[in-house]
């Protein structure tokens, strides 16, 4: 004999009465998601949050030197600011990537690049030449500091440690 009780529960993955499947909405879900970011990248626009105003910019080449490290120079002044010795494998990487596109397009070191500190904090190395840009706050605080140090020039104003270059608007 048949037991009166019969058991009216569903598991997770059956359809609801009303015919919702919950597993099914959140695929569709995902896959329109998916779908919308792919269009977008496809599509060739640029999503890119509105630049601050510059507060510091300096213009700087690099040069390598015979002894392998880095004579790095403020365009400006022609001075050279500073000497990058040993790895420092990101600041490296950062200039490979720039000078990789400036030989693409069959341009030389002769322009330099920009780097820009920002009103919200921001960090920018920036090739006027391409109009490749490297957000270096991206790669965090230590590595966007090996670019930051480059924007301080001992004495100005009195304290050293203060941006010292041409002003933003």
């Known amino acids: 004999m048949k ?3 019969t058991n ?12 919702f499947n919950p ?5 569709a879900l995902v896959l329109v998601c998916l779908a919308s970011v792919a269009w977008v990248r496809l599509s060739g626009q640029e999503i890119h949050a509105q630049d601050e105003a510059p507060i510091v910019m300096r213009a700087l080449r690099f040069e390598d030197t015979a002894d392998g490290s880095i004579a790095v ?3 400006n002044s022609s001075e050279q600011i500073q000497t990058i010795k040993g790895e420092q494998g990101f600041m490296r990487g950062a200039l490979r990537a720039l000078a990789r596109e400036r030989k693409k397009r069959g ?11 920002r009103k ?25 500091g090996v670019f930051a140090r480059l924007l301080i020039t001992p004495g100005t104003l ?7 270059l041409s002003k933003g608007s």
């Open 3 to 5: 037991s009166a009780h």
């Open 8 to 19: 009216n529960h569903q598991t997770e993955t059956e359809p609801s009465r009303h015919g």
């Open 23 to 27: 597993a099914l909405a959140l695929s």
């Open 73 to 75: 120079i403020d365009a």
């Open 107 to 117: 341009l030389g070191p002769e322009q330099p690049f920009e780097l820009i500190a």
């Open 120 to 144: 919200d904090g921001r960090l920018t190395l920036h090739d006027p030449a391409t109009g490749v840009r490297i957000d270096l706050e991206s790669f965090g605080p230590t590595n966007a």
């Open 158 to 164: 009195g304290t050293p440690g203060t941006p010292a």
